[in-house]
């Protein structure tokens, strides 16, 4: 793709492209915003700038997670996400067959999710003063009557879930980037999770907490979690699933699996007594077919997040300030 | 009528030094009164003519020689009495008498839990005595002190023995002030104290009248000749106990706690057991012997202890194999006085003493960790063993050890077949302290019990110093105030990374702050941003409106070195060795090999080691074999010393495991952190050798491994023959580089040279190259003073060498003796150097 001072031709042959794959009607339309009429109910709208490296890895693109990251931070509140807005930001010289497919996944991933995207733009910047490209996604969604799902609702005696194995995004994207060459080619869990949200509220609609453990892993989320509510947590270590081939890169690395990222993923805490309810509604999807129970919220003024290790310790799981960096003298 | 007033300060409070004055003021004829007082103890002494003088001094100086075992005078002041007041009190004072003291303005000192005292084990051996047998006996000259306190003043109502009113005879002692229990607060006997009962993991009660022995310690004893692991509540927590001399009592013992490898420690009835096993100094006798009562690491007779002889089925009554079941003992006892007739009477069980260690108590150590009993449960369990046994901390691997009744059933109860429970509360976990003879002198790598809460003198020049708390850092954590010129250091409190011990840490803090009145002024904390110390720091600064003060890791070391040897604040800059695993470093990179230039007020890094990639973070400080890559790579590249030493046993070893992705991981900076360790040096060592271990579990595994094994052949490298160093100067300092040593160390390898030869080798190699790098750094920025410390100096070989090199070139060198060198003496450095911040109007962030 060159730009030139015009690059008239060039916006056009990203118009077109765009228009082939994104084809909503109200993205046709061809105006400078989506016009439609809100469903009744409460609404949530999140926004997501999206920076990868590299753009294409083992489970999806940069395409596809700018869609599923953003309608992930929409149905945490428990919403049914309605649309989503694209703003590309593309370097001079980007290939047009990478952006075609780029934009293609997008699309097949919002279809699949059934989460149009119905207005966008495309800034192309200098050479070198991007990186290939960057996109940032935003998504409405309405929350269903009654739902009040919110980070400062854990309670003592709450039970804490996730719907699946911890560290799968992060490491697949850093064995690509750095082609690794694992024996087993490790594949990012990038997916659109607004469909188990829907069927888990719907069998327990009192559930407290939800949050995607994207950046920061799992230690994070619950991190922030338990100061938000002002709770402890108590983990098990060997109740958090981790795929084998994602532990023993993690231990071949030195990683923490807890603070690799995750993109389709969700940490769930509800009481006690719907615990059960919650899991096997979750075991049902497909998305959640690896759900486990991994704790529970526990009163404690320190808000430590702890977790019981193998060798019978129990040792605190903390935000870090950085990177993971060793601390044994 | 003159007076005059004696101010004595010092370890003066709750340790009987009012009684000692006041029988020795008696015996010298004076007239007057003692108290204690916020300054420590204040005497009054009429005198009725001049001539009196001689009668002070004299009193005076047999108050120096009679000073009761657990006081200590740091200064004696007399002033003439001029106040009428006073003149007025005392010409009233016919007798000497013992004033109460002022409750508000008393800084009652807590000081240190101190083993039984000779008199008390006399007491509890003697049939006619009326504490005969009775587990709690203690009098001021010994006894629990810091783990029964909750606050101040110190009195019994403030301690966990408020549970039990003294009966009258109990009361009269209290009372009296020539005898021997005036004031001890602990004060107890079988009327009116606490008490010991048997529990097996289940909690059941085993009654000793059933099992037809004395009382519960006789049945204890009895349970552990029969090879059962039991839990010992005591003083500062509960022991994990076993026969050390029973290989299978010790291998269930490792397997049930999941403490593969580190070593365990031993408590042996007296001295002359001890010296069946260990060689024992008068030094080391004195020590193992002090109110304090340490574990001392002690040079084994034997240096392996992989001998292990069978037990022969003629030594035991019991017939081969018989166990005395606990199933039996639980359900009541069918078969229960079958099973105690056959456990085999301890002194005819096993041959003739001294009866060969089970190899798993300390395996590949040269050396043992041993303490003497320090209690009347310990002095009466051990009264028929002339063997040692296992004393280990009541905890699984990784946590901090139970101090509760209902704790050590749950946590204990699948530890322990048996537990020995008492009903006086531990309010406070006080360790074992360990102690390690080096360089002449007895330092300390572990300081709790019997020396915390004991404060250290500041050095001259601190004396304005204001109240302060620091922090301390990760591992092996203690805490420091200062007050009053003085620094209290906790006692170590373990590792922060573990939420038991976390906890703890905020109620110790809690704890002291209370005890020692102290308000601080200032916070301060390590650099490292993730540290549990530091955040705890960080938000207490913020909440109290404190400034917080930085320290970096090294430099800490090195100020906890001076304060330690009471360098003056004034004295000027030394250079300081400072060796350890790491420590973050001010350019934000993570040292461990570090030549400081500094004072307590500020340093510079004027060399260190050359810094090598740690790949993998953490996981490199598990895995030495990744440093002994790492450290290839650095000398030269892997692929050169792969095709120079093809076929070499470690270099093959190497070249089975993933070191493409560690090549990445080090060529792209990811997770493989630079750093100047010492630690990790030794560690690429010990994987060169393939000793220590693959996988390590716990702190220095590796380095003590290899300087054990170099422990027998250092006498057979010559003061030249160590491995090479390279050094090199670049604009931020001077560069040690390990690179050379690893062509001479694999050649010995592939010429077949003896392990233990090698590792000699390189202790010497290493001692060669700090030594002469620190001479010539001395000469550069013209310092005559070395200082030693960080955990790497607990090696004793290193430690000898090194200090033996400096001396010989003229310098003077000093090493850390009352704090260890490890991270448990980080805080009194942290204080040190913000307090002389503070007092030079300095740099308060
Ligand atoms: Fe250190
Ligand atoms: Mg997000
Ligand atoms: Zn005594
Ligand atoms: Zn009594």
Redesign the interface.
């Known amino acids: 793709m060159s730009h030139g001072s015009g690059g008239r031709a060039m916006a056009q042959l990203i118009g077109e492209l765009f228009q082939r794959y994104l084809d909503h009607e109200l993205l046709i339309l061809g105006n400078d915003q989506a016009l439609f009429t809100p469903p009744p109910g409460r609404m949530v709208m999140s926004t997501d700038g999206h920076v990868i490296s590299p753009l294409f890895f083992p489970g999806g693109d940069i395409g596809s997670l700018a869609v599923h990251g953003t309608i992930n931070d929409v149905a945490m509140s428990g919403a049914r996400p309605l649309y989503l807005a694209a703003g590309f930001i593309l370097e001079e010289g980007f290939p047009l067959g990478d952006l075609a497919r780029i934009v293609a996944s997008m699309a097949r991933a919002a279809n699949a999710a059934g989460v149009p995207v119905v207005t966008g733009d495309t800034k192309v910047v200098e050479r070198g003063k991007g990186d290939g490209v960057f996109i940032t996604t935003t998504g409405i969604g309405v929350v269903p009557e009654g739902i009040l799902i919110s980070g400062d609702r854990a309670e003592p005696g709450d039970v804490i879930l996730v719907s699946g194995s911890m560290g799968d995004h992060g490491v697949a994207i ?1 064995s690509k980037r ?5 024996e087993t080619e490790i594949r990012s869990d990038s997916a659109a999770l607004h469909e188990l949200v829907a069927t888990m509220i719907a069998a327990v609609p009192d559930i407290h907490c939800l949050r995607d453990p994207t950046r920061g892993g799992l230690a994070t989320t619950l991190n922030e979690l338990a100061h938000q509510s002002g709770v402890g947590m108590q983990i098990r270590e060997d109740a958090i699933p981790v795929r084998a081939e994602v532990a023993a890169a993690c ?5 923490d699996p807890l603070y690799v990222a995750n993109e389709g993923k969700l940490v769930a805490v509800c009481p006690r007594d719907q615990a059960e309810r919650l899991v096997e509604t979750m075991h049902g999807h497909a998305l959640g077919a690896e759900s486990a129970i991994i704790g529970e919220v526990v009163e404690d003024p ?1 808000r ?1 997040v ?1 977790m019981e ?1 193998g ?6 799981v ?1 935000w ?10 | 009528m003159t007076a005059e007033s004696i101010r004595v300060r010092g370890l003066v409070q709750g340790v009987g030094f009012r009684p000692t004055v006041w029988r020795l003021a008696r015996a010298c004829g004076l007239r007057g009164d003692v108290r204690n007082d916020g300054e420590g103890v204040l005497i009054r002494v009429r005198g009725s003519a001049a001539g009196d003088d001689a009668g002070v001094s004299g009193f005076l100086k047999r108050l120096y020689e009679e000073c009761p075992p657990l006081a200590r005078i740091d200064s004696v002041e007399r002033r003439p009495i001029a106040d009428p007041q006073g003149l007025a009190d005392l010409a009233q004072q016919q007798d000497f008498v013992i004033l109460e003291s002022a409750a508000t303005a008393v800084h009652t000192g807590i000081v240190a839990d101190a083993a039984t005292c000779a008199a008390c084990v006399a007491e509890i051996r003697d049939p006619a005595d009326r504490r005969h047998r009775y587990p709690f006996t203690n009098c001021t000259h010994c006894g629990p002190r810091l783990s029964i306190v909750a606050g101040i003043p110190y009195d019994r109502a403030r301690t966990s023995m408020s549970a039990f009113p003294m009966c009258p005879d109990c009361a009269a002692e209290y009372k009296d002030p020539a005898d021997r229990r005036f004031h001890a607060q602990p004060n107890a006997c079988p009327v009116c104290g606490p008490g010991v009962w048997l529990q097996d993991a289940a909690g059941q009660p085993l009654d000793p009248v059933v099992l037809g022995v004395e009382d519960a310690i006789a049945a204890a004893s009895r349970f552990l000749a029969d090879g059962r692991i039991l839990a010992i509540k005591g003083i500062g927590g509960f022991h994990l106990a076993c026969d050390a001399t029973n290989p299978d009592a010790v291998a269930e013992l490792r397997r049930r706690k ?1 403490r593969y490898a580190k070593p365990l420690a031993l408590m042996a009835r007296d001295l002359e057991v001890i010296r069946g096993y260990c060689r024992v100094t008068g030094q080391d006798a004195a020590l193992l012997s002090a109110p304090a009562a340490p574990i001392l690491l002690l040079d084994r007779l034997d240096s392996g202890g992989t001998d292990r002889v069978e037990t022969s089925a003629d030594d035991a009554v019991a017939p081969d194999g018989f166990r005395c079941a606990l199933p039996d003992l639980e359900s009541g006892h069918p078969g229960l006085e079958d099973g105690f007739r056959c456990a085999p009477p301890i002194l005819r069980c096993r041959g003739a003493p001294p009866w060969p260690l089970a190899p798993d108590v300390a395996p590949g150590q040269t050396t043992l960790g041993v303490m003497l009993p320090y209690s009347p449960i310990h002095h009466l369990l051990l009264a028929d063993w002339d063997r040692p046994l296992v004393m280990t901390s009541g905890n ?4 901090p050890q139970c101090i509760d009744n209902a704790d050590a059933l749950g ?1 204990l109860g699948q530890l322990a077949d048996i537990l020995l429970l008492h009903d006086r509360a531990i309010l406070n976990r006080v360790d074992d302290s360990v102690v390690r003879v080096m360089a002449g002198e007895a330092r300390l790598l572990r300081r709790a019990r019997g020396y915390a809460p004991a404060p250290l003198a500041l050095p001259p020049g601190f004396e304005a110093a204001p109240p302060l708390l620091a922090l301390g ?4 954590n203690t805490f420091c105030l200062i007050r009053d010129a003085q620094a209290i250091l906790s006692q170590h409190l373990g590792d ?5 011990t ?2 703890e840490y ?1 109620r110790t803090l809690a704890l002291y702050l209370d005890l020692f009145q102290v308000v601080p002024e200032a916070l301060v904390v390590d650099l ?5 110390s530091s ?1 705890i720091g960080r938000d207490r600064a913020a909440r109290d409106g404190v400034p917080l003060i930085g320290v970096q ?1 090294h430099h800490a070391h090195l100020a906890s070195t001076l304060a330690d040897n009471g360098w003056p604040l004034d004295a000027g800059p030394v250079l300081g060795i400072l060796l ?5 470093g001010s350019d934000g990179t ?1 040292w461990g090999g570090e030549f400081l230039l500094g004072d307590y007020l500020d340093f510079q890094r004027v060399a260190h080691l050359k810094p090598v990639a ?8 598990l895995e030495p074999w990744r440093n002994l890559y790492a450290h290839l790579e650095s000398a030269g590249g892997w692929a050169a010393w792969r095709a120079r030493f093809a076929g070499l046993e470690p270099i093959e070893r190497l070249d089975a495991k ?1 070191l ?2 560690l090549k ?2 080090i060529a ?1 900076g ?2 493989a ?1 630079l750093s100047s360790s010492a ?1 990790r040096l030794f560690d690429a060592v010990a994987a060169a050798l393939d000793v220590g271990g693959e996988v390590l579990t716990y ?1 220095g595994q590796a380095a003590i491994a290899l300087e054990s094994l170099a422990a027998v052949a250092m006498d057979r490298v010559g003061d030249g023959d160590g491995y090479p160093f390279a050094r090199s100067i670049v604009p931020t300092g001077e560069i040690l580089d390990p690179a050379p040593l690893w062509d001479a160390l694999l050649a010995d390898i592939s010429r077949g040279r003896p392990p233990e030869e090698i590792a000699a080798a390189f202790h010497v190699g290493l001692a060669t190259a700090l030594g002469t790098l620190a001479r010539d750094l001395a000469r550069r920025h013209e310092i005559s003073t070395v200082a030693l410390s960080g ?1 790497v100096f607990q090696n004793r070989l290193l430690l000898e060498s090194v200090a033996r090199r400096l001396e010989a070139d003229g310098l003077r060198v000093l090493l850390q003796r009352q704090v260890p060198a ?2 448990g003496g980080l805080s009194l450095g942290q204080a040190a150097v913000a307090a002389a911040r503070v007092l030079s109007n300095d740099s308060v962030d």
């Open positions: 850093l750095e082609n690794l060459g694992f231990e071949l690395l030195g990683l320190h430590f702890q290790t060798f019978g310790g129990s040792r605190i903390d870090l300030a950085g990177e993971q960096l060793p601390r044994i003298c | 999941r699984l691997s990784e946590e946590r850092g990760e591992l092996k922060l990374e573990d939420a038991k976390a906890r905020e490292h941003p993730d540290y549990r955040l890791h350890d695993g790491l420590g973050y993570l740690m790949p993998g973070g953490t996981r490199a400080i993933p493409g992705i990445t991981l792209r990811l997770n952190p630690g702190e955990g490890n991270d």
